[in-house]
């Protein structure tokens, strides 16, 4: 993979291609912004770039010996930190530091990949301060994080920051049938559901069919049930997949709001059955749709921001109920 093979994220591509060109890399780098957006495999790239024994216009060559280790996870040079649980404790960031400090096997640099930052320990983040400010000549720590708000400021102040930013629908599309081989209508319902992200679209295709069975069992159940305990199980039953299903379901919603809104004038902008969404968008006045929509995009957010669960869905459940009830009995 060169920097042609990286969907998107054109604007960071430059400057690291400057940066590279000028001898201007620091040492710590603080990769920022939303989930699955490709920080990691943008981090991996430019780790091959440093590294690359035959270095190109496009970027790494692919091919030298140390590519294709960096390429398969093995160069002694690299190391991936993750979170082993809830944390980054104090004695993972001492071993990774310990490992930082030695000299390079075959490498022109190590580099140290930190995935998950934000779950560094304050003791963990204060081990590693020292290391961010006076790191070892030859080497470069990457932080990654989808949560920058929740690291230290003392962490971030060391550290070059680069935002990366949800790629575009068109992005997704274009570099799912250009570089993955999808048909173009399958790449444009994917990229639609993805919220910029290129990870999900590629598991909304894999497990499309399973992610819409659930979307349409939870939606009957978000219609019709009135056991907000019994909607509690199946979103517990559910958790793994749940962010997904959310996405299908404020898609949904969007097509509903949409057929209300316009009367049914803007079909092609559709991505569910015209049939359906005609008979269902009837059900409530357009306002109850885009508020139902914003409790949804809420739920995304706070399920991705990990805050504490049971908070979060109990919320969801008693706002959908009182918009849901409260627009049916104002339509009786």
């Not at 274009?174 to 679209?201: I, P």
């Not at 819409?212 to 907000?228: I, P």
């Not at 969404?277 to 809420?298: G, S």
Request: proline content about 3%; hydrophobic content about 40%; charged content about 30%.
């Amino acid at each position: 993979m060169s920097w042609s093979e990286i969907c998107g994220h054109e604007r960071q591509k430059e400057f690291f291609e400057r940066a590279v060109l000028s001898g201007r890399v620091v040492h710590a780098y603080l990769f920022s912004g939303p989930s699955r957006v490709g920080k990691t495999t943008f981090a991996l790239e430019l780790v091959k770039l440093l590294n690359c024994l035959n270095p190109t216009e496009e970027g790494s060559c692919d091919r030298c010996e140390n590519c294709r280790l960096i390429i398969n996870l093995t160069h002694p040079d690299i190391s991936f930190l993750f979170p082993s649980g809830d944390y980054l404790k104090i004695d993972e960031i001492r071993s990774f530091v310990r490992w930082l400090n030695f000299k390079p096997l075959m490498g022109k640099m190590k580099v140290g990949i930190i995935e998950e930052a934000e779950k560094l320990t304050e003791e963990a983040a204060n081990c590693l301060l020292k290391t961010l400010e006076e790191p070892p000549g030859e080497s470069m720590v990457i932080l990654i994080t989808s949560q920058r708000a929740s690291l230290l400021p003392t962490i971030i102040s060391r550290c070059q920051v680069v935002e990366f930013s949800p790629l575009s629908s068109s992005e997704i599309s274009n570099y799912l049938v250009e570089k993955k081989g999808w048909k173009e209508e399958e790449a444009r319902r994917a990229s639609s559901f993805s919220q910029g992200s290129l990870g999900k679209a590629e598991e909304i295709k894999e497990g499309r069919s399973g992610l819409e069975d659930k979307f349409w069992e939870l939606w009957y159940k978000l219609k019709s049930e009135r056991d907000s305990l019994s909607l509690g199980s199946w979103f517990y039953d559910n958790k793994e997949q749940l962010p997904l299903i959310m996405i299908f379901l404020e898609q949904y919603l969007r097509d509903l709001w949409v057929w209300k809104v316009t009367e049914g004038q803007c079909s092609n902008l559709l991505f569910f059955e015209k049939e359906k969404v005609q008979e269902e968008a009837k059900e409530q006045e357009a306002e109850t749709w885009r508020r139902l929509i914003i409790l949804v995009d809420n739920l995304i957010s706070d399920i991705s921001g990990n805050l504490n669960w049971d908070i979060v869905l109990c919320r969801f459940l008693f706002l959908w109920r009182g918009e849901w009830n409260r627009a049916s009995s104002s339509r009786n």
